[in-house]
């Protein structure tokens, strides 16, 4: 039986507890969450004037690499928009436009300055210098975001983390443990806390699996124990802040379930030929 | 030259906290502290903010004395 359970949970971050599962089922999650799952991010970059010391390039990578707020129940992927155009329409593309120049004194050229035709459809953040313009440079440009996946540019990745480990599992002899303390103060995750003469696991998620607490502690055979469970795992999820962690999440398994109904009608079809 | 947007190694954004990160650390506050109190948790995106030299201040510097040296020559031939 699979079970969740949240352990953390904040706009940008989410930490599962997953059990009942094997390695196989939660690395297709995470791979699909990496991969496949779209968010939106700037492709193509029309340069107008740019007198600034940065080339025309490297701008239209940083204006790339900025992690936009995306609506994804409101665009389509290029590739599956009814338009098929190669530049793109309303519901497959966002326009940006940016416009700053240094008169008197240098200025920071910021995501914040880049104005966005969809109010929704903006940098996660205001504050990310794209570039300084020295008194007197000019920048000018246009920009042009789309919907994309993550294998094909790891900016429409909408996650800066995926991960998951398997749920540890420390077992402490009580009979041969001598309360000695030493694994307590080895442990680099603080894991372990000695409370009455006894010790105990305090934050069993925390735990690395170093087995440094085993090597330390001075019974032989050591009285403590650090393995790991079969069938549960930790899944770490950061969002870039493209979209919520939830979000991607259900994105991702409504992804593989699209894939593996493609499978079966495949063999369906294999099967009748 | 200017801070990368993103961490190189996990993708994460890190461009928008440089600034912040500079401002208190030149306070006088511990770098540390500040990259914990800035949500930077992995090693990763920690030595993109610490090892970052921004020069793109100094590179200004040349551009400005290229436009003094041509003004100066503007006026010299119109002399
Ligand atoms: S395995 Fe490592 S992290 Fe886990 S309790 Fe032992 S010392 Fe701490
Ligand atoms: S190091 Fe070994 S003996 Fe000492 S407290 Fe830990 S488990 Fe017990
Ligand atoms: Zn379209
Ligand atoms: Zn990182």
Redesign the interface.
Known sequence: MLELKTLESDETNLRLLVTGVDTPYINAIRRIVLTEVPCMAIDEVVIIENSS??HDEIIAH?LG???IKTDLDGYNLPEECSCRSEFGCNLCRVTFTLDREAKDE?VTVY?GDLVSENPNIAP??????I??L????KLKLEAYARLGRGKNH?KW?P???SAHKHLPKIRIDAEKCNACGKCVETCPRKVLAKSKGKVEVVDLYACTMCRDCVDACPEEPSAIEVNWEKNAFIFIL?S??ALPPERIITEAVKILDRQLKEFTDQIAEVQKA | MIIPVRCFTCGKLIADKWEEFAIRVKAGENPAEVLDSLGLKRYCCRRMILSHVDIIDEILRFHEEAEKRKEARRRYYQE
């Open positions: 010391v940065l940083r690499l900025i992690p240098p995501s996660v953040s205001d504050k990310i210098p570039v300084k020295g008194r007197g440079q790891a990745q996650v800066s983390l950061e870039t802040g």
